[in-house]
């Protein structure tokens, strides 16, 4: 749940130009309790996060926004940002929007694991596992047909593309150790991913001009579902890892080694479901994508070839209002997230894709109270081999200008598992933030 205070100011520069603005500045602090692989690895983080939000209403049709966000690590250079977020030019009318520049799209329906939410890349080296989006350069059209229960056509045209920026070496979330080590003699060669744009691969012509696009169609059934059905042709936005030859160390006669990898990008189809909607205190939400490479594409293993797959989160938040207490509401949530290639070997796949029989359950407790504050407890769990990553959230504003939230996630996992290498990633968190 997320709680934005709505403190927006104005100019009125005539009767149909108006400027409205706010912002918040902040600071997050995490710790990390567990002992790192690397030593290089911190145990305490911190960051400085600022965000601004100009809106310029001009006339009747047209709209202009900015939204930059600026992210300052207290001593890592590698994590301060400069991000876009929104930055476009809108026309609008009552039946048709045109949309241009840096634009965040959001298609999620799900509270766990969106799979169809792909159109703008993330920042992993922020926070592996709540990565922040990146605006993408892009132009949005969208046509509304009928009254009553309209029927909503947008069209998405991106023309250049983002890379991610995986966390390297010193970062907390540096997953290097998950990649293969190699033994020669007495040496082990464990190697490194490494953030270098020029280095990056990608497997078109084009490079990161290689036209981008999506098309969706949304309508609202039976009057309280919500649904959509999407195409999407463009980049995998999380990449595959290459061995940067170039950088082999030679370890003995005749024989080279990778210490370095850095990013492959292909292109892909991906076309999906999406719905949510109330059935009287009962919300149904689910997220179905199928994906297939345009090419062929060798998988982790460079053997295997990557076939087709499916990937799924479908579930229900059921709210029990004032249970234990007067305007006190209780919401139980369980979700179900899958993936057709379950059961199959982790370098046998396209990427890292560690939700493949798990089931998300948790509950939100909000008080509904001047400074909305909620509590969210949750867990996914591996129903196959046991594997359990647990997540509590408590938020609230405080002063009607300061917001604070607190957030502990922690992991459990077996051996062999995906997410065995970020169990060093359990941590607790503290935002706290200022809103003006």
Do not use: C
């Amino acid at each position: 749940m997320l709680i934005t205070p709505a403190y927006t100011q104005a100019i009125e520069f005539s009767e149909n130009t108006r400027l409205n603005y706010k912002g918040n500045i902040g600071m997050n602090y995490w710790y990390f309790p567990k002992a790192a692989p690397k030593p290089e690895m911190p145990e305490h983080v911190g960051t400085f996060d600022g965000q601004l939000d100009l809106n310029l209403k001009a006339g009747k049709y047209w709209e202009f926004r900015a939204n930059p966000r600026g992210v300052v690590d207290i001593k890592d250079q590698n994590r301060r940002r400069f991000l876009p977020q929104d930055i476009y030019a809108d026309f609008v009318t009552s039946r048709f929007e045109l949309r241009a520049g840096y634009q965040v799209f959001s298609w999620k329906t799900v509270e766990s694991v969106a799979h169809s939410d792909i159109l703008n890349q993330t920042d992993p080296s922020l926070d592996f596992f709540d990565a922040p989006k990146v605006g993408e350069p892009a132009l949005r059209t969208r046509f509304i047909i009928g009254d009553e229960n309209p029927h909503t056509f947008e069209v998405y045209y991106l023309p250049y593309f983002t890379p991610a920026k995986l966390p390297i070496a010193g970062n907390r979330f540096d997953f290097s150790g998950a990649l293969p080590q190699t033994t020669v003699g007495a040496q082990t060669i464990t190697p490194n991913v490494i953030y270098d744009p020029d280095a990056n691969r990608y497997e078109t012509p084009y490079n990161r001009w290689r036209p981008q696009g999506a098309v969706r169609y949304q309508k609202q059934l039976f009057g309280k579902v919500d649904t959509s059905l999407y195409y999407f042709n463009g980049y995998k936005r999380f990449p595959q890892l290459y061995p940067v030859q170039a950088t082999a160390l030679p370890v003995a006669p005749g024989v080279a080694v990778p210490t370095q990898y850095a990013q492959a990008y292909n292109p892909i189809h991906q076309g999906g479901l999406t719905w949510q909607g109330t059935l009287d205190a009962l919300l149904i939400k689910g997220d179905v994508a199928y994906i297939q490479y345009v090419q062929p594409t060798k998988a982790q293993n460079t053997v295997d070839t990557v076939r087709p797959y499916a990937q799924y989160t479908v579930g229900f938040e059921y709210t029990f209002n004032s249970l234990f207490v007067d305007s006190q509401d209780l919401g139980l949530i369980v979700e179900a997230l899958g993936d057709s290639d379950t059961g199959r070997n982790p370098m046998e796949l396209d990427i890292f894709r560690p939700f493949q029989n798990h089931v998300f359950a948790g509950l939100r407790y909000t008080f509904n109270n001047t400074g909305d504050r909620s509590l969210l407890v949750g867990t996914f769990t591996d129903y196959k081999k046991g594997d359990m990553l647990g997540r509590i959230e408590y938020e609230e504003r405080f002063f009607e200008r300061v917001k604070v939230k607190a957030q502990f996630l922690g992991f459990a996992t077996s051996t062999g598992s995906q997410l065995k290498p970020f169990e060093h990633t359990t941590r607790g968190s503290l935002l706290v933030s200022y809103y003006f």
